[in-house]
């Protein structure tokens, strides 16, 4: 039985280990949290920008979510509308905002513009802003992202450590488990290096697809939330069409058994865009609907062939609008004689 004596030293030898514990877990996950990786699937931001900020104009720009960067081919496109192509599009969770708030800074007149958002945002209005795991994640490997995210609310200590610390402390030690399982466990698909030079993901052209694809269908989205998603378009639109840019809105590829889930909400969308939208439209929902065995792991990613086959669709649309809109200009000068 210890003595009174003994139990001071007893508590500073238990708090000396407990320190020591705390030391050597905060030691590794420093060590392996390491927000450095040039391979990081968000890291291809950097090369996007740096296509847009480089390739003269007019250029056919293509925004976005994930469905874009698995699903257009810009060398098709390209091909069809004989101009340079940057594909702009990488994740759904960034938002609807975000791909054109990286666009518009860098507008050149004569530019035509695919907007194809994934449905989700559309009908969501918690990610029309973006994730913030996301977000932040994307700030680790590309700190221009401040520039085209929507400022914070609060940005004050207390908002950090109330909402903020507790998110990275998540996100570190979620890395540092990946991290200490191995690299070549990280999913080679998302990485910077699957991408070529327009900004499409290619690396997933050859592989297998897992077995089955997500089920999950769309929430019904409330006419505010439409609202908002339509009033979003048309600044956009109207901001392009300052700088003497093009726009055009195309549906997301969509699994047959996903849409099946989602067709009111599908259908309510396509309503809104019909009712309260000034961008015109290269499809319809009905049009980008593919068999579930098109898709690569997601309800919008499409496998090389069916993708080519979209792209080139998509592609003629836009051939066939600038055609016309072209014959409308010479129509108005030839009258105006």
């Not at 708030?101 to 907007?115: F, K, M, Q, S, T």
């Not at 945002?121 to 401040?146: F, H, K, Y």
């Not at 669709?313 to 809109?325: P, T, W």
């Amino acid at each position: 039985m210890n003595s009174k004596s003994d139990q001071p030293l007893t508590f500073v030898l238990r708090v000396i280990v407990f320190l020591a514990l705390q030391s050597f877990i905060g030691l590794v996950i420093h060590r392996y949290s390491s927000t450095e990786d040039s391979n990081h699937y968000l890291a291809v931001m950097r090369d996007k920008t740096h296509r847009i900020e480089t390739t003269l104009g007019p250029r056919t720009i293509i925004l976005g979510g994930s469905n874009t960067v698995f699903g257009m081919h810009s060398p098709v496109i390209e091909a069809t509308l004989g101009q340079p192509v940057v594909n702009l599009g990488l994740h759904v969770s960034l938002g609807l905002e975000f791909p054109m708030r990286c666009y518009l800074p860098h507008a050149h007149p004569g530019d035509v513009v695919i907007l194809c958002p994934e449905y989700h945002v559309l009908a969501d209005e918690s990610q029309m802003t973006g994730d913030p795991v996301v977000t932040n994640q994307l700030i680790e490997q590309w700190p221009d992202a401040r520039k085209y995210l929507p400022p914070k609310d609060d940005d004050s200590w207390k908002a950090f450590f109330d909402h903020d610390s507790v998110l990275l402390m998540h996100q570190w030690v979620h890395r540092s488990i990946k991290m200490i399982r191995g690299r070549d466990q990280i999913d080679k698909v998302y990485r910077r290096s699957s991408f070529n030079e327009h900004g499409d993901l290619v690396a997933h052209y050859d592989k297998t697809p897992p077995a089955r694809l997500p089920m999950a269908g769309l929430r019904t989205p409330n006419a505010s939330t439409l609202n908002r998603a339509t009033q979003t378009l048309n600044q956009f639109e109207k901001r392009c069409r300052e700088r003497g840019v093009t726009v055009y809105f195309a549906y997301p590829p969509f699994a047959r058994s996903t849409y099946k889930q989602s067709l009111v909400a599908v259908e309510k969308i396509q309503h809104a865009m019909l009712s309260h939208c000034a961008i015109p439209t290269l499809n319809e929902p009905i049009d980008n609907v593919y068999e579930d065995d098109c898709f690569f792991d997601s309800s919008y990613h499409l496998r090389a062939e069916s993708g080519r086959n979209q792209s080139q669709r998509i592609a003629n649309a836009v051939s066939q609008n600038m055609r016309l809109l072209q014959a409308r200009k010479s129509s108005k000068i030839g009258n105006a004689f």
